[in-house]
C-alpha cells in the first residue's frame, strides 16, 4: 500500500467521523431547542426538566495500517501526550491506546523521512567501515600468528563422518554433528 493511499483511506476515515460528529452535534442542538422550551414552561411551575442527553456520536474503526502490528513496544510519556492519546480515543478516532500510538508513532515516521534516510545513510556507511576495520583485524591476527590463516579453499570436512564444516565457525572444535575432535589444519 503506498503512502498516498494509507493518507487517503485515514482522510476518508476523519471526514467520515467528522460527518457523524456533524449530525450528532445538529441532533442535540434540535432537543437543546425542545428542552429551553420546555424549561421555560417548567420554571414557572419552580423546577428545572434534565438536560437532553449528550449524543452518541458513532465510531469509525480507523484502517488497518498495511501489514500486521505484532511487535510489542513498551515506551513511558509524559502526562500531556497520554491526554492527547485518551483524547483521541474518546473523540472515537481510535478505539484503543495502542492504536493510537500505531498510528502516530507511524505519522511520525513519515514526517520526518529526510531525518530517516540521513540515519540510514549514515548507518550504511557506519557499516561498510566497520566491515573493513574488522578485515584489517582478521588480517593482523593472521600476520601476528594469533589465528591461523585461512586457507585459500574453504574446504573443511569433518574426518569421522565427512560432514561439510565450510559454514561453521574456524574455531569449533569438536564436530557438532558427530562429536568428534577437530584437528587444526
Known amino acids: ?30 432537543r437543546l431547542k425542545d428542552w429551553k422550551i420546555q424549561a421555560k414552561d417548567e420554571i414557572s411551575k419552580g423546577s428545572l ?21 505484532s511487535n510489542v513496544v513498551a515506551s513511558r510519556i509524559r502526562d500531556e501526550e ?12 481510535f478505539e484503543t491506546r495502542s492504536e493510537a500510538v500505531a498510528y502516530l508513532v507511524n505519522e511520525g515516521i513519515k514526517a520526518r523521512q529526510d531525518i530517516i534516510e540521513k540515519v540510514s545513510s549514515a548507518l550504511k556507511e557506519i557499516r561498510r567501515i566497520r ?41 569449533i572444535q569438536v564436530c557438532p554433528y558427530c562429536g568428534a575432535k577437530l584437528s587444526k589444519n
Open 1 to 30: 500500500m503506498h503512502r498516498k493511499d494509507l493518507r487517503d483511506i485515514y482522510r476518508e476515515a476523519i471526514r467520515e467521523w467528522r460527518e457523524n460528529y456533524k449530525n450528532a452535534l445538529k441532533e442535540w442542538k434540535e
Open 131 to 171: 566491515e573493513q576495520a574488522e578485515e584489517q583485524v582478521k588480517k593482523l591476527k593472521e600476520e601476528l600468528g594469533l589465528v591461523e590463516k585461512q586457507k585459500e579453499s574453504d574446504e573443511r570436512v569433518c574426518s569421522k563422518c565427512g560432514r561439510d564444516l565450510a559454514n561453521l565457525p574456524v574455531d
Open 82 to 93: 497520554l491526554r492527547i492519546i485518551d483524547m483521541l480515543i474518546e473523540a472515537g478516532l
Open 49 to 69: 426538566p434534565p438536560l437532553p442527553p449528550l449524543p452518541n456520536i458513532s465510531q469509525v474503526s480507523p484502517p488497518p495500517l498495511p501489514g500486521v502490528r
